[in-house]
C-alpha cells in the first residue's frame, strides 16, 4: 500500500472516530511509508511488459506533444484545479498551477524566466501559491539577487502541482500525468532561460539519474531553452555549505541571461 493510500484511510478513520467520539484537539498526522511489494510480486511486475512506458516521467518530458487544449495562462490553471490525474488529488488541499506577473499569469504572454521547483508543500498546498514558505522566501531572495522577480519577469512552478504527502519526491506517475500542464506553461510562456531547483526537477527535465551536485552549474539545452539547475532554497536552509555555490550559479545565470536579452533585441 502507498504512502498516499495509508494517509487517505487514516483521514477517513480519523473522521469517524471524530463524529462517534466528538473531535479530539489537532493531533500531529502519522507520517506513513510505501510498503514495499512482496519480491514475489515485484518479479512479476518486472516480467510484465510496460504497459505505457511514457509514466517514466524524464521520457515523457521530452515526449510530452503540444497541447492544443491550452492557449492561455488561464487555460492551463483552470486544468490545473479540476485535474484529478493521479492520487495526489485525494490529499491536497489546493492545487498550485504557478505564480509569475499578475497580467501575465491569464493570458498567453512571456515571461523572461521560468522558474521550476519539484512540487508544492504544506505552505503551498494550504494558500495554493508556489514558494510562499520559508524556502519560498530564501528563493524570492536568491532571484532577486540576480534582478528577477516573480512581480515582473519570472513564472514560477513546479513539476507537479499538488503536494505529495508528507513531502516526499513525486511519483513517476504523478509526474507523468502533471507533465502536459508544465510543458504548456512553458510554450505559452517561451522564456529565454529556465532556472531549475533541487535534484528531483533537475533529474525529470534532463532526462538524467546524475546527482544535482553534478548538474549544477551547467546550461543544458531543453527544447531550445538554455536551462541551469542548482540547489534547491530548501537544501541550502538544511546546510550553509551549499549557498555560495549555489550564488555561483546565479551569477552564471544572470550572465548567461542578459547575453540573451541583448541578442533578442
Ligand atoms: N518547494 C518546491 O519545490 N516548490 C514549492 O512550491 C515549495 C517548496
Redesign the pocket.
Known amino acids: 500500500m502507498t504512502a498516499t493510500e495509508k494517509l487517505i484511510l487514516y483521514r477517513f478513520f480519523k473522521t469517524s472516530a471524530d463524529y462517534l467520539r466528538g473531535y479530539a484537539l489537532s493531533e500531529e498526522e502519522p507520517v506513513f511509508v510505501d510498503t514495499e511489494i512482496a519480491p514475489a510480486e515485484a518479479a512479476q511486475q518486472d516480467a510484465a511488459p510496460a504497459q505505457n512506458p511514457s509514466t517514466e516521467p524524464h521520457v515523457l518530458f521530452q515526449q510530452a506533444g503540444q497541447d492544443s487544449r491550452f492557449s492561455t495562462m488561464a487555460d492551463i490553471a483552470q486544468a490545473v484545479h479540476a485535474c484529478r490525474g493521479c492520487g495526489l488529488v485525494a490529499t491536497r488541499i489546493h492545487a ?1 498551477p504557478g505564480e509569475g506577473p499578475e497580467e501575465l499569469s491569464r493570458l498567453q504572454n512571456s515571461v523572461e524566466v521560468m522558474v521550476i ?5 504544506a505552505d ?1 498546498d494550504k494558500t495554493g501559491r ?2 510562499v ?1 520559508k ?2 522566501q530564501l528563493l524570492d531572495k536568491m532571484l532577486e539577487a540576480i534582478q528577477l522577480s516573480r512581480k515582473t519577469n519570472c513564472y514560477i512552478t ?1 513539476i507537479v502541482k499538488c503536494r505529495p504527502p508528507q513531502n516526499r519526491d513525486p511519483a513517476p506517475a504523478e509526474c507523468a500525468a502533471c507533465a502536459q500542464f508544465l510543458e504548456a506553461q512553458i510554450r505559452l510562456q517561451k522564456p529565454l532561460a529556465i532556472l531549475v ?2 535534484r528531483c526537477a533537475a533529474q525529470l527535465l534532463l532526462n538524467t539519474t546524475e546527482g544535482i551536485g553534478k548538474l549544477r552549474g551547467r546550461f543544458f539545452d531543453y527544447n531550445g531553452i538554455p536551462l541551469l539547475a542548482t540547489y ?1 532554497p ?1 537544501a541550502l536552509l538544511r546546510d550553509e555549505s551549499l549557498k555560495r555555490p549555489a550564488w555561483e550559479d546565479l551569477k552564471k545565470f544572470r550572465t548567461q541571461l542578459l547575453q540573451l536579452r541583448a541578442e533578442r533585441v
Open positions: 498550485v521547483g519539484e512540487g508544492p508543500g503551498e508556489p514558494f514558505g524556502a519560498g513546479n531547483f533541487g534547491h530548501s
